[in-house]
C-alpha cells in the first residue's frame, strides 16, 4: 500500500536559519508532489508541485524552494526563514487526479 | 480559471443537529470535485468525491453530497452531528488535464453539546 511520510512533525527555528522539510512517499511511482502551507487563518496555499524528478513549479514567490532529487522524495527549503514563514506545511502526493490527493501529517514549524 | 468558494468560515451546530457546509465552484467544464476533513495539527483526510457519476456521493463518517450542476453547487451535509465530526473542511475542484486540486478557504465546524 501506498504511504506518505513527513518528517519533522514539529520544528522551532529562530529568523535566518536554513530550514529543510523532508517528504517521501511509498508504494507508488513516479507521483505528482505537492507542498502546501496553512498560516493561521489563511487557508491551504500552494507551494510548489513536481510532476517528475527535478521538475518543479513554484506557486508563489517567497523566501522557500523545493527541490526533488529522487522519484519519491520532494524537499522544501529555505537559506534563512523569515518570521513570516511560520506555519503548517503539508506534502501530498497523486498518481491520478482523479483520486485526489493523498496527505502527509504535517509539519508545524514556528520560527521565533 | 476555476475556483471555490466556501461559504461560512465558520460553523457551529449542536450535537445530534443537521451539519451543511457549503461549496459552490466555478469551471467552464464539468469538474471532479471533492470534500477533505482535517483534525487539529494533523494532514488532510479524503471524505468523499464527485467523479461525474452519481450525482449523490456517499463518504466516510457518514457524511454525503450532492453534485447539483445547475447551482454549481456541491454541498456537504451530515444528518447527525457528533463530537468528533469538530474539525476544518475543505472543498476542492479539479479541472481535467491540469495537475492541481484548487481549495476552497475551509470552514471549521463546532460541534456544541
Not at chain 1, 511520510?5 to 520544528?11: G, M
Not at chain 2, 445547475?70 to 479541472?95: G, Q, R
Request: with cysteine; net charge positive; charged share 15%.
Amino acid at each position: 500500500s501506498q504511504t506518505i511520510h513527513q518528517w519533522p512533525a514539529t520544528l522551532v527555528q529562530p529568523v535566518g536559519s536554513p530550514l529543510s522539510l523532508e517528504c517521501t512517499v511509498e508504494g507508488t511511482s513516479n507521483p505528482n508532489l505537492y507542498w502546501y502551507r496553512q498560516a493561521a487563518g489563511r487557508g491551504l496555499q500552494l507551494l510548489f508541485y513536481s510532476i517528475g524528478i527535478d521538475q518543479i513549479s513554484s506557486e508563489v514567490p517567497q523566501n522557500l524552494s523545493a527541490s526533488r532529487p529522487q522519484d519519491r522524495q520532494f524537499i522544501l527549503s529555505s537559506k534563512k526563514l523569515l518570521l513570516s514563514d511560520s506555519g503548517f506545511y503539508l506534502c501530498a502526493w497523486s498518481t491520478d487526479l482523479l483520486y485526489g490527493y493523498t496527505f502527509g501529517s504535517g509539519t508545524r514549524l514556528t520560527v521565533v | 480559471a476555476q475556483s471555490v468558494t466556501q461559504l461560512g468560515s465558520h460553523v457551529s451546530v449542536s450535537e445530534g443537529a443537521l451539519v451543511l457546509l457549503r461549496c459552490n465552484y466555478s469551471s467552464s467544464v464539468p469538474p471532479y470535485l471533492f470534500w477533505y476533513v482535517q483534525y487539529p495539527n494533523q494532514g488532510l483526510q479524503l471524505l468523499l468525491k464527485y467523479t461525474s457519476a452519481a450525482t449523490l456521493v456517499k463518504g466516510i463518517n457518514g457524511f454525503e453530497a450532492e453534485f447539483k450542476k445547475s447551482e454549481t453547487s456541491f454541498h456537504l451535509t451530515k444528518p447527525s452531528a457528533h463530537m468528533s465530526d469538530a474539525a476544518e473542511y475543505f472543498c476542492a475542484v479539479w479541472k481535467a488535464a491540469g495537475n492541481k486540486l484548487t481549495f476552497g478557504g475551509g470552514t471549521r465546524v463546532l460541534v456544541k453539546p
